[in-house]
């Protein structure tokens, strides 16, 4: 098990597995943890050369090659920011990111970079574009001169992860070394990561989430599969054939598995000794499903915050007693759960998730304002003290001291482990001539979590064009599953668009 050393260092330093073991695993076959470290090397070498400005922010906008697992660690040695881009995102939210984080490279496919019309790059920044298009071997990522283990303050910025607020586009939020390092250490610790596990990696990179898994296996000296899947069936035939141990996942990902065959009854299932689920709540009929079905598996339910990476888990022994709950806070973190006025919230009292230690990220990007709302002094009954993230979600504390998520305060889209700002959506959809006005809405659903629904004001006709031109604006995940037409929408005594009656009304039809 690794050790809980609280002494964070460079990121690029995490490769710890012996020099002959895997890495990686994907279809090319087997990278060692020296082929990795030589590979990180020279990768660094060519950032460095083609952007020696230090601090600079290098993006990569690719599925899950080797380069995207390695380019985190080739950035940070070269003295570099890596900004990873969802590869599920358009043209329009790249287009921002490379904006907002003013990115001096991009590094993506040829068919993506088509995708990217006048004035999405700016001028300032490089495109690279990798002709290795599978999700196996190299590419052409440059050719450098191999750097050397870098010496980097671990406290300095890392890397910036756009992630999507209450109001609009997405945000990015700042990571330094420690953070990520200490992250890395605690999930290999609580989770008993050791070096003969292989995880399937089916997260995307981009998602602190998907990250980590790289980060903490390979601190743990475990081989990753990194695997973009289209269907279930795709990650039931990964898990037979790289031998996977481990597999990360969100609540739609679990009900699709539980759906799919799986091959020669419980054989293929059986392989897996540890599922990880974070990105939404697993139900009590979930949890019972889960056990049936990977009978060899501990489960470990989490709570998460791009803010603060990760706050909570609940141990698997407890799972069956506690299959409501989002567990305790893990190694580094001091979770609380805090009254309006300030107080600590007493046992089986709702109050505010608030979370201080290391693994507080340190704000969002180039947004003072938005960071003074989130990041906060901690509680005065704080034992870690300085700036910590106040979650926005209402959470309850039993006498065990175990969490239970109550809800969300803000008005966040959860589909598909994917949070989603309506007033992004709402920007789409009244970005063409269909639509005057629009509200993005969250419903329940049994598979997504929440399925995306949008009141429009405007005529029912323009649906098909409409839809059409979203296909073509906004990835898969932020489409609308249904959309409510309406010649007026309510608003509220200071003129705004009543969005809470909306919201009530458009749930008890629609549910």
């Not at 597995?17 to 890495?23: H, I, M, R, S, Y």
């Not at 959860?414 to 419903?443: D, F, H, L, M, Y």
Request: net charge negative.
């Amino acid at each position: 098990m690794v050790p809980l050393d609280p002494n964070a260092r460079p990121i690029d330093h995490v490769l710890c597995g012996a020099a002959d073991a895997p890495a990686l695993i994907d279809r090319a076959g087997a990278m060692t943890f020296a082929q990795a470290e030589a590979r990180v090397a020279r990768l660094a070498g060519w950032l460095a050369r083609a952007v020696p400005e230090a601090g600079a922010r290098v993006a990569t906008w690719l599925p899950k090659t080797r380069e995207a697992c390695l380019m985190p660690l080739a950035a940070a040695r070269a003295g570099l920011v890596h900004v990873p881009i969802n590869p599920a995102l358009k043209r329009a939210q790249v287009a921002h990111i490379l904006a907002d984080s003013g990115a001096a490279l991009l590094l993506t496919q040829a068919a993506r970079a088509a995708t990217l019309e006048a004035g999405d790059v700016p001028d300032a920044t490089q495109v690279h574009v990798d002709v290795g298009e599978g999700d196996a071997g190299e590419g052409d990522a440059g050719e450098g001169e191999a750097l050397p283990p870098s010496d980097a303050d671990p406290h300095a910025l890392a890397a910036i992860l756009y992630t999507s607020g209450s109001t609009g586009r997405p945000k990015g939020v700042m990571l330094s070394h420690a953070n990520l390092w200490l992250g890395a250490v605690s999930v290999a610790h609580y989770l008993g990561i050791e070096p003969h596990d292989r995880v399937l990696g089916v997260l995307p990179l981009s998602f602190d989430y998907g990250q980590n898994q790289l980060f903490s296996s390979w601190r743990a000296g475990a081989a990753v599969a990194p695997l973009d899947y289209l269907t279930a069936r795709d990650v039931v035939k990964a898990v037979e054939r790289v031998g996977a141990t481990t597999l990360a996942g969100v609540p739609p990902l679990w009900t699709q598995l539980l759906e799919a065959e799986w091959p020669a009854a419980t054989a293929t299932a059986a392989r897996l000794t540890r599922l990880t689920n974070s990105g939404g709540a697993l139900t009590p009929a979930m949890v019972r499903a889960l056990r049936a079905r990977f009978p060899a598996a501990d489960l470990y339910p989490m709570y998460g915050l791009t803010e603060a990476f990760r706050s909570t888990y609940l141990p698997p022994a407890l799972v069956d007693a506690n299959p409501d709950s989002i567990g305790r806070a893990i190694p580094f973190a001091e979770v609380m759960v805090v009254r309006g006025d300030g107080a600590a919230a007493a046992v089986g009292e709702p109050g505010e998730l608030v979370h201080a230690g290391p693994l507080v990220a340190h704000g969002y990007w180039r947004d003072p304002e938005r960071t003074a709302q989130r990041f906060r002094a901690a509680p005065d009954f704080s034992r870690a003290g300085g700036v910590a993230v106040w979650s926005g979600d209402s959470v309850v504390a039993d006498a065990e001291g175990l969490l239970r998520f109550v809800g969300r305060d803000d008005e966040m889209i959860k589909t598909s482990g994917n949070r989603i700002s309506p007033q992004e959506i709402e920007e789409a959809v009244t970005a063409g001539n269909e639509v005057r006005e629009a509200v993005a809405i969250g419903v329940a659903d049994a598979r997504l979590g929440q399925r995306i629904v949008v009141v429009a004001r405007g005529e029912p006709g323009a649906e098909a064009a409409l839809r059409a031109r979203l296909k073509r604006d906004l990835p898969t995940y932020m489409q609308p599953a249904e959309i409510v037409w309406r010649a007026e929408l309510p608003r509220n005594a200071n003129g705004k668009l009543d969005r809470a009656r909306l919201a009530a009304d458009v749930r008890s039809v629609v549910q």
